[in-house]
């Protein structure tokens, strides 16, 4: 008998360690993701002073997750609480990327297209102004040393990051863009939007930014101390009155009728429903 459950257990083994590995690699995921944040000291987490208005039409914002320049004008978008359409153009792209050159007469990204103003535009810093001046009606914070020390910083998160969000991957387009709620600096947001970056699937990205002080935190913080306390946001509210729930990220996909919090959920959605 003894014998016998000692020649099972090399193939106890065996059928753990995918478990064990898959494990290991999601923790080293979320690490990697949390320094990249750490990186650019969290900004793109708070929405304290948000737009004074939203844009009647969506902006449209073409871009590709590892960019550093990109980077930056997502923290701007999740601090002024704006829904933005982002049309992925990941290096080696064919969907978006001949698009933007078209419109803008060169492959350079960041590009946002403003289509209330008819305003189109290059360069992090100017888009970064052009938002808080037009929609927030205030100048952009000040940029230590020109912006450099978060260029540094940006790049440092997408080499932290391993280059995802870069490259393109074979996919399907769906009818409609899909819904992400996210906030720049969440670790866990961030591997499913690199993931629609490759996949260059568009996506209106519904800003979720922490509004009050006390929302700083992973979503217990504010459910154990401030329970009592009202949903502060737009996009926090509305998530409240649909779901109950505060919690990024969440995939809404109107082609199928699919709605699905946790990322490692989303991510194996979006490899079975889209990719080729």
Not at 84 to 102: D, N, Q, S, Y
Not at 117 to 132: A, F, K, N, P
Not at 159 to 169: A, H, I, P, Q
Not at 225 to 238: E, H, L, Q, S
């Amino acid at each position: 008998m003894a014998a016998h459950g000692s020649a099972n257990q090399p193939g106890q083994a065996v059928e753990w360690l995918p478990f064990f590995t898959g494990a290991i690699v999601a923790m080293l995921n979320t690490l990697s993701s949390t320094l990249a944040s750490t990186a650019r000291a969290w900004r793109g987490s708070l929405a304290f002073k948000p737009a004074s208005r939203q844009p009647e039409k969506l902006l449209e914002l073409y871009e590709f997750e590892g960019c550093p320049f990109c980077r930056l004008v997502r923290e701007t978008i999740t601090e002024l609480d704006l829904d933005v359409l982002i049309k992925p153009c990941p290096k080696g792209g064919t969907r978006f990327r001949p698009e933007a050159e078209r419109l803008g007469g060169k492959a350079q990204f960041p590009y946002l297209v403003d289509p209330n103003t008819g305003r189109q535009l290059y360069e992090s810093s100017d888009i970064i102004d052009y938002l808080y001046a037009e929609y927030a009606g205030r100048p952009a914070p000040a940029r230590p040393l020109g912006g450099a020390v978060a260029v540094m910083g940006s790049n440092a998160a997408t080499l932290l990051r391993g280059l995802r969000g870069m490259r393109r991957r074979p996919a399907r387009v769906p009818d409609q863009p899909l819904a992400l709620y996210s906030f720049e600096s969440s670790p866990f947001s961030r591997p499913v939007r690199e993931l629609l970056c490759e996949m260059e699937i568009p996506y209106i990205l519904r800003s979720f930014g922490k509004a009050v002080p006390q929302e700083i935190g992973p979503p217990w913080v504010r459910t154990r101390f401030f329970p009592d306390m009202p949903v502060c946001g737009r996009n926090r509210r509305a998530m409240h009155e649909q779901t109950g729930r505060l919690q990024v990220p969440y995939l809404v996909d109107p082609n199928n009728r699919q709605a699905l919090y946790e990322s490692d959920a989303i991510m194996s959605y979006l490899k079975t429903t889209y990719a080729a």
